[in-house]
């Protein structure tokens, strides 16, 4: 069985988005922009809802291209383009760069692709992990929390019809005041 991870940076009140989708808190240093990078190298396929699929499409596939690139940002922009992708949605009708379209029941093809050989599969977008978390699926989080109140937004957890009792894995402070902590679900 493949190990399914949600992680996202998240302000310290609990959101991945402020209000408007504004992201803009949450920029991360170049050791957890590293991090990050790394994650999605070890990466054996990633699940994306529309709306972060729109985000991440609108910028990585050109951003290696970019005036005033780093090297850092070059790096996951390959990392990015050649990862496996699914993007699970209704309203759009095609995808690219190495990605897979999905419109039908995302927690029926999550559950088939964690059934599946392979590595680790990465999933983001608050919808399309929150209709995981609910079924059970994820196995590890990952949050980036920054030392920052948004007030509401976009929330990291969604609510759930029972408890899920986690056991902690790692943690570690980046720059900026960003600490860094990963749980797997206890089975």
Not at 15 to 44: C, H, K, M, N
Not at 50 to 72: C, F, I, N, Y
């Amino acid at each position: 069985m493949r190990k399914l991870t949600f992680g996202m940076n998240v302000s310290l009140d609990g959101y991945i988005a402020a209000p408007g989708d504004d992201l803009g808190w949450s920029v991360p240093s170049d050791e957890l922009f590293q991090w990050w990078s790394d994650r999605v190298g070890a990466t054996d396929l990633a699940l994306y809802g529309r709306k972060l699929w729109e985000v991440m499409s609108s910028h990585w596939p050109t951003a290696d291209q970019q005036p005033g690139v780093t090297p850092a940002e070059i790096e996951y922009a390959h990392r990015w383009r050649d990862m496996p992708k699914v993007v699970f949605s209704s309203t759009i009708g095609t995808v690219d760069w190495n990605t897979r379209l999905v419109a039908g029941d995302a927690v029926t093809e999550i559950t088939r692709l964690k059934a599946e050989d392979g590595g680790p599969i990465d999933i983001g977008g608050a919808t399309l992990a929150a209709a995981a978390m609910r079924a059970g699926l994820i196995d590890e989080y990952v949050l980036a929390t920054a030392p920052v109140l948004v007030g509401s937004g976009t929330p990291f957890f969604t609510a759930l019809d029972n408890w899920v009792n986690l056991t902690l894995l790692e943690t570690r402070t980046f720059p900026d005041g960003v600490v860094l902590a990963r749980y797997e679900t206890k089975r």
